[in-house]
């Protein structure tokens, strides 16, 4: 059974962010997508085969469909009876209120795509609009050029997962106080969050430097994870630690230039990366992509070859794994597409029968009768809903600590377990900080304790956690834990609530499971990175500096640990939630890799939506126009007349230029730096960003606020990131009942490790 079972979702959204509803049908909940007499718009939506709208096929798979338009009044009916509804409706079309005062339980989720307040709140969006504003297109490039926008519907599928985290936190809430609560999801401000948050971790390679601190133009970040060509393509190689360039360096021939041990530091390599590049080129230029990935992962280099998606939809890894999975999507009409974005309890939380026909099940559906869940009035003041859950978070760099971030953020006690032996990468810095800025970002509101997981005491004392604890997170390569004894056939053993949740690269099975995972090589490994380049200038590939899909992986996991916790108060039994980073690409994905499946060569088609990135007045600024109607498009022309577009927006500043063609109706986002947040009327209006205080910064620091913005859960607290193994002392004495002189001794003894100044 899946662990949404018995949760009902009316779903009326349309266009935008689809996905949620989706998602929480692949984990099980009732689904019930609300279509306008006729069908809804998406069903003519590009692209099409066979007259079928791939994106209302992949976006509905597994939902039950009904014909209601919005002033019906069975749709109050309907939402009387439901747990959660999605909407995405421009502010003030669906009467909320009387949504809310029929059903009090209700969680109402909007998505929209600038808020339900606002300067910018009647403005409209588009996966460019919004990359723009929200800093990906910034970063997106080869320097000295025109930006990039990076391919496909990035935008609005990250904000779906998003919008699914923040829709089941406010029904975790409502499980405790009875009461619903309306959901204001941004679309802009997701977009900022999720993708390439400005203001959230960032990877290793920069060395705890924010993105706050990148410079005016694109970065020119290609030797972070360099790409050479090779016999058959390109393959793609992370050299970021000592063992890993020492890997390298023999694989090189140990060249006597390279030889000095200060090019075990990754910032002396960065320096010389010029002419190690030449020699690595050298060594890669007449081999085959299989050849040099079996010959790294043989030295341990981590290595992965530039695939393209047709390469991808017929891996034999995903096809092992059944990340994608051959389905019927409509009437006559099969297809191949990604199977879902996570696994449950071994089982793979995915479609299970097609989108809906138009009223498919309106008999059904209307014949059923639903008690309304029950309310309370009026509602508590605001709280956080994980409060009183604890988590042991071994997880590492972004996606790690982004899922024990989340967690921690709504009120659960979340301790990182750590050791000096294994320290987790993103507390390296380049500049020799304390604690970094980034790492703030990853780890606010977390407690830290040092334990030696090698030592045979350090496990022991780890079970015993475990057996008091709520969840367990990992990221490490999968049987890691496994290998050191605490697998979850162990630990369920000790504490059979135990939710555990492990994220890997490409997955826990299947050929590839063992490779060494990056998200550089994530990227390269699902087509993503062939397709997101500069097609003007020879291997013009521009994702090195984004750390897509780390933030929105680590979201997609904490949607299936509270689904996991949400099941666990049904049957008082915990599970496992497994997701794979690459499955998060495909997933983000699916209509274009079925599109792929059935008219090969078809995922780069560009379609025919007027769409462009156009310079402005001013030093490297861009603009970002939209016009997806005819409706748009003739308001384009009334505004710039005469003039083409290009001329007209260069002899304007990009906000005047933005702020224009939305008064005129027309979609337009300026290319937005990180730094540009601090005031950006909307941003500042909506309190993106809040200010905390971390010790050994020496400067207040600007951090990104909730998921979305709730009536019912309260704001994050702010309680700073720890330091290695600060809070060992307290979690031994607190929750082990360890005395001091037992501490100390452990301590000595490198069993448990005390923050360095202890």
């Known amino acids: 059974m899946l662990p949404l079972t018995g949760v009902r979702v009316v779903d009326l959204a349309d266009g935008k962010a689809e996905m949620c509803g989706r998602f929480l049908a692949d984990l099980g909940a009732d689904v019930i997508r609300v279509e306008p007499p006729g069908g809804a718009p998406t069903r003519k939506r590009a692209p099409l085969h066979g007259g079928v709208s791939l994106y209302f096929a992949t976006h509905n798979a597994g939902k039950r469909g009904v014909t209601l338009a919005l002033d019906d009044p069975r749709l109050l009916d309907l939402a009387a009876g439901a747990d959660i509804l999605i909407e995405t409706e421009r502010p003030g079309v669906l009467d909320v209120p009387a949504l809310l005062d029929r059903n009090p339980a209700l969680v109402v989720v909007s998505i929209t795509d600038f808020g339900q307040t606002g300067p910018y709140r009647d403005w409209a969006g588009t996966d460019g609009v919004h990359l723009a504003l929200g800093g990906v297109l910034s970063r997106s490039g080869i320097p000295g050029r025109a930006p990039v926008l990076p391919p496909g519907p990035l935008a609005y599928e990250s904000a779906a997962v998003q919008a699914a985290w923040a829709a089941l936190v406010a029904y975790y809430n409502r499980l405790d106080t009875g009461a619903g609560d309306h959901v204001d999801c941004s679309v802009y401000e997701m977009t900022a969050q999720v993708i390439d948050p400005g203001f959230g971790i960032g990877g290793s390679a920069t060395g705890g430097v924010p993105a706050t601190a990148l410079p005016r133009g694109r970065p020119a970040a290609g030797n972070l994870y360099p790409i050479f060509p090779c016999a058959d393509g390109y393959v793609r190689i992370c050299v970021l630690a000592r063992r890993q360039w020492r890997g390298m360096f023999g694989w090189l021939g140990e060249p006597a230039e390279f030889a000095d041990p200060k090019y075990d530091n990754l910032a002396a390599r960065f320096g010389a990366s010029e002419r190690l590049h030449v020699l690595i080129g050298e060594l890669f230029r007449d081999q085959a992509r299989e050849e040099l990935i079996a010959q790294g992962q043989e030295r341990g280099v981590p290595i ?171 990221n490490f390569k999968p049987g890691t834990l496994e290998s050191l004894g605490i697998g979850y056939d162990v630990l369920s053993a000790l504490n059979p609530r135990i939710v555990m949740a492990d994220s890997s690269a490409l997955g826990s099975t299947g050929p590839w499971s063992r490779r060494m995972g990056y998200g550089p090589l994530v990227r390269a490994s699902t087509g993503l990175t062939m397709l997101w380049r500069d097609h003007e200038v020879e291997a013009g590939f521009c994702d090195a500096i984004t750390i897509y899909p780390d933030h929105v992986a680590a979201r997609v996991g904490a949607v299936g640990v509270l689904a996991a916790l949400i099941e666990r108060r049904r049957t008082g039994k915990g599970g496992t939630v497994s997701v794979a980073q690459a499955e998060t690409i495909l997933t983000q994905f699916s209509t274009n890799f079925l599109h792929e499946s059935l008219a090969p060569g078809s995922f780069t088609d560009p379609g025919d939506l007027f769409q462009g990135i156009f310079p402005c007045a001013g030093d490297d600024e861009w603009i970002v126009v939209a016009a997806e109607t005819d409706e748009q498009r003739r308001r384009l022309r009334e505004v710039v007349g005469s003039a083409d577009v290009a001329a007209w927006t260069a002899a304007r500043p990009p906000r005047e230029c933005m702020a224009v ?71 031994a004495a607190r929750l082990l009942g360890l005395a001091e002189p037992e501490i100390q001794a452990l301590i000595e003894a490198g069993v448990l490790e005390g923050a360095d100044h202890d």
């Open 661 to 731: 063609l939305q008064a005129a109706g027309v979609p337009a986002g300026m290319m937005q730096r990180v730094i540009e947040y601090l005031d950006d009327p909307q941003l500042v209006a909506r309190g993106f960003l809040r200010e905390m205080r971390q010790p050994y910064v020496d400067h207040v620091v600007r951090t990104e606020n909730g998921p979305a913005t709730f009536r019912g859960v309260a704001d994050p607290e702010l309680r700073p990131a720890p330091l290695a193994g600060e809070h060992t002392r307290a979690v």
């Open 304 to 474: 992965a070859a530039l695939l393209d998606p047709g390469e991808v939809l017929t891996s034999p890894h995903f096809l092992a794994r059944g990340g994608f999975v051959d389905m019927a999507v409509a009437p006559g009409l099969a297809g191949r597409l990604p199977s879902g974005y996570v696994e449950v309890n071994g089982v793979r939380a995915g479609p299970r029968r097609p989108a809906p026909e138009v009223g498919e099940h309106n008999a059904e559906v209307f014949a059923e009768t639903r008690p309304a869940p029950p309310a309370k009035r009026p509602a508590p003041s605001k709280r956080r809903p994980l409060d009183g859950l604890r988590v042991l978070d071994l997880g590492v760099i972004v996606v790690g600590a982004e899922l024990g971030r989340l967690l921690a953020d709504q009120g659960a006690e979340v301790i990182k377990i750590e050791s000096r032996a294994y320290p987790d990468g993103s507390r390296q810095s380049l500049t020799g900080e304390t604690i970094s800025v980034s790492f703030t970002w990853g780890h606010r509101n977390k407690l830290s304790a040092g334990i030696n997981l090698r030592s045979p005491e350090g496990l022991a004392l780890f079970k015993r956690l475990a057996a008091e604890s709520d969840v367990v997170l990992s």
